[in-house]
């Protein structure tokens, strides 16, 4: 395995873990997943978990960034920057503003000298539509900043494109944009794969089909969709309000994993 003495996460909900279960009171998630296993293999692992959910790539780049920096030790950190999905979901989103600002951010984690682990965003949501266009078009340009980006410093890139099984009622929360329990358990042992640490040789195996949804249940959870998600999440827009408001990061300081 390859050895790493500390792993540092930054970004959104993503990585802070929303839709994952619950353990006193945050939400577990992919990131401390992948540390709790690591921990396992090694006594010395450190780790810290600075997302907080709702945030930009540059509030990401103004709080997350200079305060993963104090804690780097080198090639022995591994630091996963996840940031951008909520920019490109924003009505305003500009391109020209947020995709320079993501490689700077980048460019300053690599000169770290710790190894990087970016993630792409899913780019087909849906079979068709004009809303499925337009989350293709905005996601495949952001996606392919990432990779470019990747290719220049030498990053890890866990590319969701590459599991498309990901994006199925399957492993997503019923908001229908952050993951589930099991979308949470699939992504670290995707991470764990592609860092070289011990992993399940079979996450990605072949899954059965999905049954079929009826049409009173489809409608069902469209309208609590559209109620318990998309009104809030327009209301909080129109408001000028983030869900991360007054949030702190749940680990801003190195713990030890037992």
């Not at 802070?16 to 577990?28: A, C, K, L, S, T």
Request: proline share 5%.
């Amino acid at each position: 395995m390859i050895r790493y003495s500390r792993f540092i996460a930054l970004g959104d909900s993503f990585t802070e873990g929303v839709g994952d279960i619950e353990v006193d009171g945050q939400f577990r998630g992919w990131a401390d997943r992948v540390a709790e296993r690591i921990a396992l293999q090694q006594s010395d692992f450190s780790y810290l978990n600075l997302a907080i959910r709702g945030k930009l790539v540059a509030e990401v780049i103004d709080k997350q960034i200079p305060e993963a920096i104090t804690w780097i030790d080198g090639p022995n950190t591994l630091l996963s920057f996840h940031a951008g999905a909520n920019d490109v979901l924003r009505p305003g989103y500009n391109p020209e503003i947020v995709l320079p600002q993501y490689r700077e951010a980048v460019r300053t984690l690599a000169a770290t000298g710790a190894q990087l682990l970016l993630f792409t965003a899913i780019e087909r949501v849906a079979k068709s539509g004009k809303m499925q266009e337009l989350w293709h078009q905005r996601f495949s340009g952001f996606n392919n900043n990432v990779r470019a980006i990747a290719l220049e410093v030498g990053a890890i890139v866990a590319d969701a494109n590459l599991d498309p099984d990901i994006a199925s009622r399957r492993f997503l929360d019923a908001d229908r944009l952050h993951l589930n329990p099991a979308g949470h358990a699939r992504v670290a042992e995707s991470v764990l794969e592609l860092i070289g640490a011990d992993f399940d040789p079979n996450w990605n195996a072949p899954l059965p089909p999905l049954p079929e949804l009826g049409k009173i249940q489809s409608v069902q959870i469209e309208v609590k969709w559209i109620i318990t998600f998309l009104i809030p999440w327009i209301s909080r827009r129109i408001r000028g309000i983030s869900s991360g408001d007054g949030r702190v990061a749940k680990h801003s300081e190195p713990i030890r994993l037992s």
